[in-house]
């Protein structure tokens, strides 16, 4: 049993930074990591990145590479997303959620999902 839980949502400028953290408790190491998803309204659920406790290797989507990272802190049993020249598009709830199998990039891959973090970008 793993229990995440986000923060550091908020609402920023177009071109603007923002960083979300994902704070991981409980059974940590019957995972492989955690991914970052997020959701706008009325839209599906989509990977944004993820990233292993182990050897700490990243996935990103091709919408968010080069603009967000990935990282974590093993002893803190936290993961982080720093997004960096938000834009309007980005707005949604992102979740984290334990990742389940190596190299899992699509919600079936993942469980244990958080409750989410509000990002609002204005334009």
């Known amino acids: 049993q793993v229990q995440l839980v986000e923060s550091g949502g908020g609402l920023v400028q177009a071109g603007g930074s923002l960083r979300v953290s994902c704070a991981a408790s409980?059974?940590?190491?019957?995972?492989?990591?955690v991914g970052w998803f997020r959701q706008a309204p009325g839209k599906e659920r989509e990977f944004v990145a993820a990233?292993?406790?182990?050897?700490?290797?990243?996935y990103y989507a091709e919408s968010v590479k080069g603009r967000f990272t990935i990282s974590r802190d093993n002893a803190k049993n936290t993961v982080y997303l720093q997004m960096n020249s938000l834009k309007p598009e980005d707005t949604a709830v992102y979740y984290c959620?334990?990742?389940?199998?190596?190299?899992?990039?699509?919600?079936?891959?993942?469980?244990?999902w958080g409750q989410g973090t509000q990002v609002t970008v204005s334009s």
């Open positions: 959620a334990a990742r389940l199998r190596r190299a899992a990039t699509d919600e079936s891959g993942f469980s244990s």
């Open positions: 990233i292993s406790w182990t050897g700490g290797t990243t």
């Open positions: 409980g059974r940590t190491f019957s995972t492989y990591g």
